[in-house]
């Protein structure tokens, strides 16, 4: 039998600029899905690290992070 101890993914999200707005309230909504996003994690008690925040020239955001998958203890992953 085997038991898992520890559990961590690591993702790159790619928060996209949605077509047909202008370029600031396309900036401004990809933000706020981002911080949606972050929100929901909380939300949910899911524990995560930010690795890297990098916005791309285009103004879209690409998101490195750790989070924790299935309510599974992260242990040392997330130090």
């Known amino acids: 039998m085997k038991r898992i ?5 690591e993702q790159t999200l790619h928060f996209i600029l949605k077509d047909g707005l ?3 309230q ?3 909504q990809a933000q706020q899905e981002y911080e949606g996003y972050k ?3 909380d939300h949910r ?3 995560y690290k930010i ?10 955001l690409l998101i490195r ?3 924790q998958n299935n309510y599974h203890p992260v242990g040392g992953y997330l130090d």
């Open 22 to 24: 202008d370029p600031d």
């Open 45 to 47: 008690g899911t524990q």
């Open 65 to 67: 992070l750790k989070r």
């Open 26 to 28: 396309a900036k401004q």
């Open 5 to 9: 101890k520890a559990e961590c993914l």
């Open 39 to 41: 929100a929901q994690l």
């Open 51 to 60: 690795l890297e925040e990098a916005e791309q020239p285009d103004g879209s």
